[in-house]
């Protein structure tokens, strides 16, 4: 092993122990620096002797290649926090990102299901135990916001139905409780009594939600679960697992919920994160006020 894959490694292992990012985030930043290393040997030089204009230049190639915006501000994230880190271990005596420039994102608003939709949504006319599955999974998803990653992570002991509380593991490791709502309950108890044991059959996992062949159901089994639904539900639009987490949001903050305490259910680390959602339910009240009050027949300022 090479010094550079030396220091790549105990870079990785910085992210996963001190700065508890998720393994999908680490991934991320391992290819990054993993492509900076090619390019740069291309260049004829490395992490450990290159300057600036390199970094400024593989950056640009990665915009003339067609990455998004959101991509090659990640790669610019990953590489200024390679290099501090280096510079931190006294690898580097300078710091070669200090004139990089972030790419400006264009913030795009989540897109959210009303409440009308829902109401059609959660609801199931079959009494299959697959049938049962999707909607208690469909009810968790909406009750408790949680990311696609959460829900299939969940066990039987992080569900209190008593109490009326789910607890999962977000990103960086840590760990929230978010409360259930009652209709959550009812299906869940529903699928626990019944409908999981005949999945499970004579398997023994603790996994909340399992598929038809008694094993924990995958991202891409939750994916193609809720599009399926979708279009026995007559929806015309494609919905997808982070739908449920915006409308989660939007709906609490358009009844009334302070956006520290959507904030703390949603496991969100920095409130900033949050406040997308507070211009989302500002528009939907001028939409309101625009189609309903009798002096708005003006455009008004957002």
């Not at 999908?24 to 204009?53: F, M, P, S, V």
């Not at 990665?62 to 501090?84: H, Q, V």
């Not at 469909?138 to 992080?158: N, Q």
Request: glycine residues 6%; positive net charge; proline residues 2%.
């Amino acid at each position: 092993m090479t010094s550079e894959e030396k220091l790549l490694k105990k870079f990785l292992t910085y992210l996963q122990v001190e700065r508890g990012l998720s393994e999908n985030t680490r991934q991320a930043y391992e290819r990054d620096l993993r492509q900076l290393r090619i390019y740069l040997k291309e260049r004829g030089t490395d992490l450990l002797a290159c300057e600036g204009n390199d970094l400024f230049l593989f950056l640009l190639l990665c915009k003339e290649n067609g990455k998004s915006p959101r991509t090659i501000a990640r790669c610019n994230a990953t590489i200024r926090g390679f290099f501090a880190f280096l510079l931190d271990e006294g690898q580097r005596q300078d710091n070669p990102t200090t004139y990089l420039v972030t790419p400006k994102l264009n913030q795009q608003l989540p897109k959210v299901l009303s409440e009308v939709t829902l109401d059609k949504l959660l609801k199931s006319e079959e009494e299959s135990d697959l049938s049962l599955r999707n909607l208690a999974l469909l009810e968790v998803l909406y009750s408790c916001g949680l990311r696609v990653s959460e829900l299939i992570g969940l066990h039987l002991s992080d569900v209190s139905l008593d109490v009326g509380y789910v607890r999962c593991i977000g990103k960086g490791n840590k760990e929230r409780i978010v409360p259930l709502g009652e209709q959550a309950i009812q299906v869940l108890e529903s699928y626990l009594s019944g409908s999981r044991k005949r999945l499970c059959g004579k398997k023994t996992t603790d996994i909340l939600f399992l598929n038809a062949h008694g094993r924990a159901l995958t991202r891409q089994g939750v994916v193609y679960i809720l599009k399926k639904w979708g279009k026995e539900h007559n929806l015309e639009q494609s919905i997808s697992p982070h739908m449920f987490r915006h409308s989660f949001a939007t709906h609490l903050l358009d009844h009334g919920a302070d956006l520290r305490s959507v904030q703390e259910m949603l496991g969100h680390a920095d409130i900033a994160t949050t406040q997308i959602y507070t211009h989302l339910t500002r528009r939907r009240l001028l939409d309101v006020f625009q189609k309903a009050h009798p002096r708005a027949n003006y455009k008004l300022k957002e």
